[in-house]
């Protein structure tokens, strides 16, 4: 990989002076939420700048809940995949070029994975002419970046970390900051309204539970829902409550996981707002779910995840967050894939459900033993 250099006075000096600043993370919901603590980063670094955060329509979500952007503007574009909402595109009428240069942006971050080309928004920003133009890049980018760090990332294991990525890149123009905790805002209402939902399915306030979510957009990223399933059946002869939580998409699988389970285990489905979702995610003593949006939010929110994760990539792990990651290793690993290119899924598929719920107690004993040990 390559740090960024020291930034010169001189580029300190074009950049301090931004008014308007646009924030580029087109992929997906997870994506944008590993890429809060730079937004945070920029936030503090330009407090008197209108930042707007430029996403996909599934990361547009987030608006609500993270405060440090004054705007969110979404946008499907044809070389990002950005999610299941993903409309389809009209050539004739693409017209983000025009989008963003209405907005008078004065610099441009475009933030991208190791596998994402920044070129395509690049060129967006320079045609919208935004002088300021900030992204990792693989080859040189010439005038279409007015400042680059070098890609030399291999998607491989010990990569770093996405958020760390995304952190990295500022300091190429001197922006630095110690909090690199993930932001997810929960409003009173959100609280409010997951209790409510635990209640109408017979949880009482304050029970523990474990929260089961078996859904991911990518096929190659889930785990089987009939596995789920059999881990909650061996968590409830434990004496665990666990709860199965999911929408759109996800039905089916919640379904499929909830019949592997003999129909034991409660179910929340099609019912919860992101906030709620986020709300409920923090109540629950452990999240299992695949590598998706989920995990994400239990990192944000500080919940404990045992994390079903299919090696397509490494560097989406939870972020600071006790948790458990599941897989078997497998020699095509790292495949970038959304689907099994292998066609056996043996990355997910030979993690045994006992193993599932085998790291859900032990996060549970784990956690009662942080809150048992003596102040310091």
Same mark, same amino acid.
């Given at each position: 990989?390559?740090?960024?250099?020291?930034?010169?006075?001189?580029?300190?000096?074009?950049?301090?002076?931004?008014?308007?600043?646009?924030?580029?993370?087109?992929?997906?919901?997870?994506?944008?939420?590993?890429?809060?603590?730079?937004?945070?980063?920029?936030?503090?670094?330009?407090?008197?700048?209108?930042?707007?955060?430029?996403?996909?329509?599934?990361?547009?979500?987030?608006?609500?809940?993270?405060?440090?952007?004054?705007?969110?503007?979404?946008?499907?574009?044809?070389?990002?995949?950005?999610?299941?909402?993903?409309?389809?595109?009209?050539?004739?009428?693409?017209?983000?070029?025009?989008?963003?240069?209405?907005?008078?942006?004065?610099?441009?971050?475009?933030?991208?994975?190791?596998?994402?080309?920044?070129?395509?928004?690049?060129?967006?920003?320079?045609?919208?002419?935004?002088?300021?133009?900030?992204?990792?890049?693989?080859?040189?980018?010439?005038?279409?970046?007015?400042?680059?760090?070098?890609?030399?990332?291999?998607?491989?294991?010990?990569?770093?970390?996405?958020?760390?990525?995304?952190?990295?890149?500022?300091?190429?123009?001197?922006?630095?900051?110690?909090?690199?905790?993930?932001?997810?805002?929960?409003?009173?209402?959100?609280?409010?309204?997951?209790?409510?939902?635990?209640?109408?399915?017979?949880?009482?306030?304050?029970?523990?539970?474990?929260?089961?979510?078996?859904?991911?957009?990518?096929?190659?990223?889930?785990?089987?829902?009939?596995?789920?399933?059999?881990?909650?059946?061996?968590?409830?002869?434990?004496?665990?409550?666990?709860?199965?939580?999911?929408?759109?998409?996800?039905?089916?699988?919640?379904?499929?996981?909830? *019949? =592997? $389970?003999? !129909?034991?285990?409660? +179910?929340? @489905?099609?019912? %919860? /707002?992101?906030?709620?979702?986020?709300?409920?995610?923090?109540?629950?003593?452990?999240?299992?779910?695949?590598?998706?949006?989920?995990?994400?939010? *239990? =990192? $944000?929110? !500080?919940?404990?995840? +045992?994390? @079903?994760?299919? %090696? /397509?990539?490494?560097?989406?792990?939870?972020?600071?967050?006790?948790?458990?990651?599941?897989?078997?290793?497998?020699?095509?690993?790292?495949?970038?894939?959304?689907?099994?290119?292998?066609?056996?899924?043996?990355?997910?598929?030979?993690?045994?459900?006992?193993?599932?719920?085998?790291?859900?107690?032990?996060?549970?004993?784990?956690?009662?033993?942080?809150?048992?040990?003596?102040?310091?």
């Amino acid at each position: 990989m390559t740090q960024p250099d020291a930034p010169s006075p001189s580029t300190i000096d074009r950049w301090q002076g931004v008014r308007r600043l646009l924030v580029v993370r087109l992929d997906n919901l997870g994506d944008v939420l590993m890429t809060t603590p730079a937004m945070a980063a920029l936030r503090s670094a330009f407090p008197l700048a209108h930042i707007t955060l430029l996403t996909s329509p599934s990361g547009a979500m987030l608006a609500p809940h993270i405060g440090v952007v004054d705007e969110v503007m979404a946008v499907t574009v044809p070389w990002m995949k950005g999610g299941p909402m993903r409309p389809a595109i009209n050539p004739e009428r693409f017209d983000l070029v025009e989008r963003v240069r209405a907005g008078g942006h004065e610099a441009a971050i475009i933030f991208t994975t190791a596998s994402q080309s920044p070129l395509p928004m690049a060129m967006v920003c320079w045609q919208a002419g935004v002088p300021l133009r900030l992204a990792h890049c693989r080859e040189n980018p010439y005038d279409l970046l007015s400042d680059w760090v070098g890609d030399q990332e291999v998607v491989q294991d010990g990569m770093r970390h996405e958020v760390r990525r995304q952190l990295d890149l500022l300091s190429a123009i001197g922006v630095h900051s110690p909090d690199v905790g993930m932001v997810f805002e929960l409003r009173a209402a959100d609280q409010a309204g997951a209790r409510a939902h635990l209640k109408r399915i017979g949880l009482p306030a304050g029970h523990a539970f474990v929260l089961m979510h078996p859904g991911a957009t990518a096929p190659s990223r889930r785990y089987p829902a009939a596995f789920f399933g059999q881990a909650l059946g061996q968590l409830m002869q434990r004496g665990l409550t666990c709860v199965f939580v999911g929408s759109g998409d996800d039905a089916d699988l919640v379904r499929e996981a909830h *019949a =592997a $389970a003999g !129909g034991h285990g409660l +179910v929340l @489905l099609n019912q %919860l /707002t992101l906030g709620e979702l986020g709300a409920l995610i923090q109540q629950a003593s452990v999240l299992v779910c695949n590598n998706s949006g989920p995990a994400h939010l *239990a =990192a $944000a929110v !500080g919940t404990p995840v +045992v994390d @079903l994760y299919a %090696l /397509t990539n490494p560097q989406h792990t939870p972020w600071q967050v006790p948790s458990r990651v599941l897989y078997h290793d497998v020699p095509c690993r790292n495949c970038l894939r959304s689907v099994c290119p292998q066609g056996h899924h043996a990355c997910l598929r030979e993690v045994a459900p006992a193993a599932v719920a085998g790291a859900v107690m032990d996060l549970l004993e784990s956690s009662v033993h942080e809150q048992s040990r003596p102040a310091a």
